[in-house]
């Protein structure tokens, strides 16, 4: 969830007289951080995942489940060294837990990272899922479980937490949801009473309603009420006919998701890698997609990353460059002379309303706050797509990057761009990005942390860091003292984030091994798959479709510019593991056992790549990029040969033999079925949990055809993942037939016997 500091939170109209003083003392953090990482070279290929639970209250009598929100010292006791008995369990298992937005979620990682080189390590990753979910459920009641939902579906109906609360909370003042949904840590309602008080207004979520023959295209749940001013919003404008309002940071954050962090080894690396997954987050989003119901209603959408970027959108309306409810002004919660305010009190019109007051080329504007940071116009939420990329200059003598494919709008803090720049550390990729990240306000400052040693601590720079969540995001190091050996401590990191959480840890491990493997094969065969960042966003829109995963094609980089020649990629597909593990018609005259590819002539094509396009930019299905085609190779060929030359055990590589192990192609075979799972959800042959769902409440015999999940449908919906996350084949069969298709139903049937 980010930086966990432990004292006394400050509240927005105090925290804001600190804001430059964290953005000045963060920089010079981040300046010593590279001076002290920035040539470090060689560190070792780990990586993790994160996985977060719902802690899910059943019950069976009265047929309702809800989020509970009274068990949260179950983290308390797993990490607390005075309960060995307790705390041992996750450190004997290798894991950790911690917390995370919501009081009814948990977070849980390994506790030592995965070694990326160790083909053992990827086998390894589902069976550490099971100990956290297993260790998790022995400190809980039997009728409390802890699920891998992405979003709770009745998240702010009625009556959907137990024990009961009222949502009447200061915090968030939402008229859906309790403050007490609220992780106790201070800094969480901290958080999200200063979003609001930043913002001048509460947060406003819209989902399209998925239309149905009785569905009335109308929010009838938004209440009315006078407890706080801001419960005057939806009538102002806040709501949208046609969609689903929401009104708290809760709806967002109280989401779950899988997240992957990547340890190259070196930061040149680390830019690279961070580049070319950027055109994969969109459509990998889509692939995984598991949130068609939001409070209640089915939505017109698959996945939850816009209600998260609604969910933390602190930007003013004069940020936003729209024209503010009756009653409000441009400047929320900013610092501002009064005769600015009153000077635009008479304006009183919409966008551009601002006449003089034009933006210049970094997004400032004339205005400046009390403290001399200029207003800006800033075109997204800090929770949102990456802005820019960062070059492969340093990775590469023969750069893919151009700066023409940064063409978005992307407002930086020029201040923090020159201190960079000067500094001779930063060039100007690298610059523009962390400058992008410093246009924001640190959201919690702690009063005991307002004064740091910048030479030790990094507090001010992750401050700002790690509220900006982007779907990728660039993790430089820590700061160190003393440290002889820095590749002990954890070096230049990549995360992957837009991933949404899957219901059974085969699908959480299956999603984690294939980034890291797509991550791994980026960085052996150095594809370029550079496109402008527009489309990256166009693509961002796209994946949030009903069923884009299969429906959508997304823009990506022509497979002909990939520079890869599709010859070394034959018979590197799902089919390379039949012939690795098994005896069959795989053998060519000489008696040499196929295994390794295809050797084929090159057929006159110049450089081995098919030119079947002239134009850079073509749009391809999720199914194309992931299992390739003909004339080019997917990213599960790229990763079958990464195992089959890197990763297999050194007597086995480029072997001609078949592989003997009994346990070892069990391992290949399980590898395998991940590859399968994901291509499969991109063909459309197994659904995505957001289709799978969305299925089940129309075919439930409550449901009205009116777009309403119901308190039964939400708790048959439940029982269901319930039986989905623990493989109950004995009495669920067909329901795990439908969920994961035959093919993966019966391996994971024979498995479990």
Known sequence: MGLLSLGTPLDWHESRKHNEHVRENGIEQLINIF????????????????????????????????????????????????????????????????????RYMIEATPLKPYDGESLSDYVYVEENMVKRREVSQSELPKHIIPLT???????????????????????????????????????????TANIRKRRGHKVAINLPIYPDTNTKLIDDSIPKRDLFPSDEEPW?????????????????????????????????????????????????MAVSAAAPIFKGFLVNQDVRWNVISGAVDDRTFLERDIKPYRGLDFFGGLDVPDEVKVHFDKLGGGPGVNGDHITNEFGDTTITTLDGKPVQKIP??????????????????????????NDIYSPINKKVYDKLISTKLFDAPLAHHFAHLFIRDPLVIFSERVNQNNNLDNDHFENLQSTNWQTLRFKPPALYSDIDDLTKTPGW????????????????????????????????????????????DSNMKTAHGVDASTDA????????????????????????????????????????????????????????????????????????????????????????????????PANWQNSSHHCKSRQFARDLELIRNYLKLISGRASGKIPTVARFLRNFVLKHPDYKQDSKVSERINYDLVQASVAITNLDFKHHQPLLEEYFGEEIASYLQTRTN
């Not at 219901?503 to 798959?529: G, R």
């Open 380 to 405: 997204k939420s800090r929770y949102e797509s990456i802005d820019s990329y960062l070059s492969d200059e340093g990775y590469r003598s023969d750069p893919y990057f151009k700066k023409s494919y």
């Open 35 to 102: 001076k002290q990482h920035g040539e470090r070279q060689n560190d070792h290929f780990y990586w993790g995942d994160e996985v977060e639970y719902m802690l899910v209250d059943i019950d069976s009598s009265n047929k309702t489940a809800k989020l509970a929100i009274d068990r949260d010292s179950i983290l308390d006791d797993l990490n607390d060294p005075s309960k060995p008995e307790i705390a041992m369990k996750a450190i004997n298992n290798n894991v950790s837990f911690h917390p995370e937005y919501g």
């Open 236 to 284: 102002l404008g806040a709501s949208q006919p046609g969609h689903v309002y929401m009104d708290s940071m809760g709806f967002g954050m109280g989401s779950s998701c899988l997240q992957i962090t990547v340890q190259p080894s070196d930061i040149h690396e680390a830019r690279y890698l961070y580049d070319t997954l950027a055109p994969l987050t969109p459509i990998l």
């Open 553 to 648: 094609k997304f823009w990506f980089r022509n497979p002909s510019q990939w520079r890869l020649n599709n010859e070394d990629f034959k018979g590197y597909d799902l089919t390379w593991f039949d012939r690795f593990v098994n005896d069959g018609n795989d053998l060519f005259d000489d008696n040499v056992v196929y295994l390794n590819g295809y050797v084929e002539v090159n057929n006159g094509i110049e450089n081995g790549i098919v030119e079947h396009e002239d134009c850079q930019n073509v749009k391809l299905t999720a199914q194309e990029l992931i299992d390739g085609s003909d004339t080019f190779p997917g990213l599960i060929k790229m990763i079958v040969k990464l195992i089959a030359t890197d990763l297999l």
């Open 493 to 536: 990191r990549v995360e992957f984030r837009p991933l949404e959480i899957q219901l059974t840890d085969f699908e959480n491990a299956a999603y984690s091994v294939f980034i890291t493997l797509v991550s791994k094969a980026i960085l052996k065969f150095s594809p370029d798959f550079y496109m402008p960042i527009s489309k990256v």
């Open 149 to 191: 939902l992405t979003t709770y579906p009745r998240m702010g109906c009625g009556n959907f937490t137990s024990p009961t609360a009222k949502p009447i909370g200061p915090a968030s003042q939402s008229l859906f949801l309790p403050d007490e949904i609220i992780n106790r840590h201070v800094r969480f309602p901290t958080l």
